[in-house]
């Protein structure tokens, strides 16, 4: 498959928050601001791409040649967890601002089905280690994509007017619908 079909087709026709529906928990989690947002986006690409590329490895040259293909699940959510680790104290060491507006949903990103999902459709594609990183960086890129748009939503709907039995979760609902939706109208082009 084409680096610019991989791309586009995981940035917009199968998101994996809009048509997958994976990552809903900190998508609808930590959308409230377009800062908190904005960095669960970067801390998720930078741990999506990189996981993608270590997991791919260890599928390719451990797994596969140890027959051990089975323990593809395990190992993986291994890899992820020791990024995570590494993304949490950069930036505790680094943002301590953002470090604790992500709160709880930083170290979630280790089950974060985003992450894994896309480690395992990377085998599944039967991705080179070029296809598995554009793949993993553009999944993420989604995810960002999703988290930024509904943090833009969120932050006008709270100066917003509106009735009392629809403000909140209802409402964040709706809009989540509503994107789903629009990304569906991507279908079409590829």
Not at 25 to 47: D, Q, R, W, Y
Not at 106 to 128: D, H, M, R
Not at 141 to 151: N, S
């Amino acid at each position: 498959m084409d680096i610019v079909n991989i791309i586009i087709a995981n940035v917009f026709i199968n998101n994996y928050v809009f048509s997958r529906f994976l990552g809903i928990c900190p998508f609808l989690g930590v959308s409230n601001k377009m800062e908190t947002a904005t960095g669960m986006g970067i801390a998720v690409t930078f741990v999506t791409t990189l996981a993608s590329v270590i997991t791919h490895i260890i599928q390719k040259y451990i797994l596969e040649v140890a027959n051990i293909e089975y323990l593809q699940t395990i190992v993986f959510i291994l890899v992820i967890a020791s990024l995570v680790q590494f993304v949490e104290l950069v930036l505790k060491k680094t943002s301590p601002s953002l470090y604790n507006a992500m709160g709880v949903y930083l170290p979630l990103i280790t089950t974060n089905c985003i992450v894994l999902g896309v480690a395992i459709l990377n085998i599944q594609e039967n991705y080179n280690i070029i296809q598995t990183a554009v793949s993993g960086f553009s999944a993420a890129l989604g995810f960002t994509l999703a988290l930024v748009l509904m943090a833009s939503v969120r932050e006008k709907l709270e100066v917003a007017d509106i009735h009392e039995s629809l403000e909140g979760f209802p409402l964040t609902l709706i809009a989540a619908g509503l994107m789903s939706i629009a990304f569906a109208g991507f279908s079409g082009l590829m």
